[in-house]
């Protein structure tokens, strides 16, 4: 095995052996973490006995392979299955990532191959949102910070099954593209009436597809997704913002601040002020 880490370089590992991180072990995750990479790094390993999902997020990394030296540039996935040598490194001066590690079981298996592969990923942003959270979240003695914990590990199973389940088939790479730009619609704009036949006809699709589709490739029910894209953007504002409940209600949908702080509790189990001075 080849490993090369400069003092530079600054890598913060997931705290898998956390209470809140327990559905990262329960899905096979087995090491994973946040790179902050300068100056030298390269990994090289002959017999990997798990596979690697490495996320990057910034900077430009190398991935040599039967072909040659590969670039990896921020926005790309790289794959290295289980049993598969391999050696990635740093390509310039910095390389940020977001990586797993994870056992050849469940979901995973599908990552088998004879070789690594590279395409352009779909959950970047998300996992290195999510990890950066559970990060925060472990660091705290609070009462609440294992459920939010929890929540933050059970979204980076769900970021990783969703990048693995379309791998192959373009159909399902499409299909999951459509309905990630429908998201990210919901996502900017939290406020808009949003129901399941205006969701649909974004999607060009009657309501009953959007159910089969939103259950096979987010595993929600529709609302339950803009429900969820609502209390993010929510907690965003929260921490970004000194804008009064009753603005960030009105500004992710929610008439008043007291629906909306009764929807917020129940989604993280605590009152939108708590999350506010708890964050700050």
Request: aromatic content about 8%; overall charge positive; charged content about 25%.
């Amino acid at each position: 095995m080849t490993l090369i880490i400069d003092a530079d370089c600054m890598e913060r590992f997931l705290p898998l052996h956390a209470a809140g991180a327990k559905p990262l072990r329960d899905h096979g995750v087995m090491l994973a973490g946040l790179s902050q990479l300068r100056t030298a790094y390269e990994v090289g390993r002959q017999d990997p006995g798990f596979h690697l999902l490495l996320f990057c997020l910034g900077g430009t990394g190398w991935i040599q392979t039967s072909d040659g030296r590969r670039r990896l540039d921020a926005g790309d996935l790289l794959a290295v299955p289980a049993r598969v040598a391999a050696r990635y490194g740093l390509f310039d001066r910095a390389w940020d990532i977001v990586w797993f590690h994870l056992a050849d079981s469940g979901p995973w298996r599908a990552l088998r191959g004879d070789q690594p592969w590279l395409r352009r990923a779909g959950e970047a942003s998300g996992l290195r949102l999510a990890s950066e959270a559970l990060l925060t979240e472990a660091r705290s003695d609070e009462a609440r910070s294992r459920r939010m914990a929890a929540l933050h590990a059970e979204l980076i199973v769900h970021h990783l099954e969703r990048e693995v389940a379309g791998l192959d088939d373009p159909r399902t790479l499409d299909m999951r593209r459509q309905l990630m730009e429908l998201w990210d619609l919901v996502s900017r704009e939290p406020g808009t009436h949003w129901s399941v036949a205006a969701l649909a006809a974004r999607m060009h699709c009657s309501p009953p597809t959007l159910h089969r589709l939103c259950a096979r490739y987010d595993g929600v029910r529709p609302m339950a997704m803009v429900h969820r894209l609502r209390m993010e953007r929510a907690a965003g504002l929260l921490v970004q913002t000194d804008d009064p409940l009753k603005r960030i209600a009105e500004m992710v949908g929610y008439n008043g601040p007291f629906a909306f702080s009764a929807a917020f509790k129940r989604w993280c189990g605590m009152s939108p002020q708590e999350y506010r001075s708890r964050t700050r």
